[in-house]
């Protein structure tokens, strides 16, 4: 396993996976992600896995977008992208709260640059609740290379 440590409010964040399965090569830590970079048994190209808490502030997820597609051109390989993007990317994905066309945009750019797909997760629409009001959201999500 790898973490990061937490920050603030922010819990941190630990990729766990199974030695017998899955390689570890190289680990790249940073506040809101942690990259693991290894070899998955049977398969010859590389798996990145990214664990994602992405900040609130729409300039800082700017440049975590950033950091992240530097970092794919960087390693070739299988890529997936998991965990809370902090933003929802289209105005079905928000209950009761407010829809930011252009932060939304700057997530779909990224997802589409990267030529990443999203995994259809089953169970609730929403993954995360505002406190004790009605405002609901979905904002963690699996974005995966299309080799998925």
């Known amino acids: 396993m790898e973490w990061v440590?937490?920050?603030?409010?922010?819990?941190g964040l630990i990729s766990v996976w199974y030695h017998g399965l899955f390689y570890k090569d190289v680990v790249v830590k940073d506040r809101n992600f942690l990259l693991v970079v290894g070899k998955v048994k049977g398969l010859a190209k590389q798996v990145c896995v990214v664990n994602v808490y992405a900040p609130q502030d729409a300039l800082a997820k700017r440049d975590l977008c950033l950091k992240l597609r530097d970092l794919k051109y960087l390693v070739d390989g299988y890529w997936i992208f998991i965990g809370d993007f902090n933003e929802v990317r289209f105005p079905e994905e928000c209950l009761n709260s407010q829809f930011n066309a252009t932060t939304a945009q700057r997530l779909n750019d990224f997802v589409n640059d990267?030529?990443?797909l999203e995994y259809n997760m089953s169970g609730y629409k929403y993954t995360f609740r505002a406190g004790n009001s009605d405002k609901l959201n979905k904002i963690d999500r699996p974005l995966v290379c299309p080799v998925f």
């Open 114 to 116: 990267l030529g990443l």
């Open 5 to 11: 440590d937490a920050v603030g409010k922010s819990g």
